[in-house]
């Protein structure tokens, strides 16, 4: 279900310290200490009064290391794959309630509708199983997920596509929805740009977000991304999101967000570093824990369905209970702008260069430039 784009890292704010080059290993520099940008962008510009929605300040990237120094290995997304098992809205599955509040989000839609970073079909095929009614594509950058996606579509149309260039008209879809994606690629704000090429005006734009930058989390308390690294090495997670981060971004990009839910509030939080922990012990897997369980047979299989399924069952009792909580996992729901304003803004996010200045990504300045 990811992209796959090659990370780029920055880090916490950096000190004040003479700026030195240092190599990102792909040809591009990185400067080490406090961005020219931010400092010369600083005196310029007059003061400001609170707006709405708040300013996004520069992402947040997972990080192992000194600042401008890569990981050892980029994450493969071709030998690790999601969303081949059986999924349904129901408390026993454990993607159950992220399917439940998409089928809610697509309420009386009728039309054509599109899985963002499908992976191997599961979010895609369950849709058209339940709303048989819409018209469902999904696309994802992975071509092993995609041809085990492919051996039984079940009516879903599949392609091979990045998500910073989605190769479907402008206008073409009715809903977009993302699963467990834009933590992953290097540039976040070109893929929502795409999402609100493809949506029709007033369309409707749902995503699920690991929120671990999100303030009175776990995640937040251990430092998801920084101190504590397994989710980077083990699950691609190179963006570290907050709601407020996530929400003043897809503003933006002409995406506001209308509505928002929340899971993964103790009981997942607890299990998910555990297991990622483990993983920094045991080594890398091959899938998400739910296709692994589905995938095993015997005993061992039989138990592993077991626990997966009472533990989603706890998770989905425990969002339920909790559900004006904020906690580890926002699902957002967006409406794409149908003002002139929001599509200059769209536009003004193209990329200007392939470097890094400072600490920030290069597209991401041009983003803070607009706002100043």
Not at 35 to 56: C, I, L
């Given at each position: ?279 920094d012990w045991r080594g890398p897997v091959s899938g998400s824990v739910e296709d692994m369980a589905a995938a095993r047979e015997g005993i061992v299989g039989s138990l592993m369905r077991a626990v997966s399924m009472t533990v989603a069952t706890l998770a989905w009792g425990e969002a339920t209970l909790l559900a004006d909580l904020p906690g580890g996992c926002g699902h957002f729901t967006c409406t794409r702008a149908q003002s002139s304003e929001a599509a200059q803004a769209t536009r ?25």
């Amino acid at each position: 279900m990811r992209p796959g784009s090659t990370p780029c890292w920055t880090t916490r704010r950096p000190t004040r310290r003479p700026a030195t080059a240092h190599s990102n290993g792909r040809g591009a520099s990185i400067g080490r200490g406090t961005s020219t940008h931010s400092s010369t962008a600083s005196s310029r510009s007059p003061a400001r009064t609170s707006r709405w929605p708040p300013r996004p300040r520069p992402l947040e990237v997972a990080w192992s290391g000194e600042i401008g120094e890569p990981l050892a290995q980029p994450f493969d997304y071709e030998a690790k794959r999601w969303g081949s098992a059986m999924l349904r809205p129901r408390p026993w599955f454990m993607n159950g309630l992220k399917l439940r509040y998409l089928l809610a989000d697509l309420g009386p839609v009728r039309g054509k509708v599109l899985d963002l970073g499908c992976g191997a079909g599961s979010v895609a095929k369950a849709v058209k199983r339940e709303r048989p009614d819409l018209d469902v594509a999904a696309c994802d950058v992975s071509r092993s997920a995609l041809a085990i996606a492919e051996a039984s579509p079940e009516g879903v149309a599949f392609r091979a596509a990045e998500a910073e260039k989605l190769p479907y008209a402008d206008g073409e879809f009715d809903v977009v929805w993302i699963f467990d994606v834009l933590e992953h690629v290097e540039k976040p704000e070109l893929v929502l740009r795409e999402v609100a090429r493809v949506l029709r005006p007033g369309g409707r734009f749902h995503i699920v977000l690991p929120l671990e930058g999100q303030p009175w989390t776990l995640y937040r308390f251990i430092g998801c991304g920084t101190r504590w690294t397994a989710k980077v090495r083990h699950g691609g997670h190179i963006q570290v999101f907050s709601a407020e981060r996530f929400s003043g971004l897809a503003a933006f990009c002409g995406l506001p967000v209308t509505a928002t839910r929340w899971s993964y509030h103790f009981v997942l939080q607890v299990l998910d570093i555990l297991y990622f922990t483990w993983l920094d012990w045991r080594g890398p897997v091959s899938g998400s824990v739910e296709d692994m369980a589905a995938a095993r047979e015997g005993i061992v299989g039989s138990l592993m369905r077991a626990v997966s399924m009472t533990v989603a069952t706890l998770a989905w009792g425990e969002a339920t209970l909790l559900a004006d909580l904020p906690g580890g996992c926002g699902h957002f729901t967006c409406t794409r702008a149908q003002s002139s304003e929001a599509a200059q803004a769209t536009r003004s996010l193209s990329p200007r260069s392939n470097g890094i200045r400072g600490s920030q990504p290069s597209s991401f300045l041009a983003l803070e430039t607009s706002l100043t």
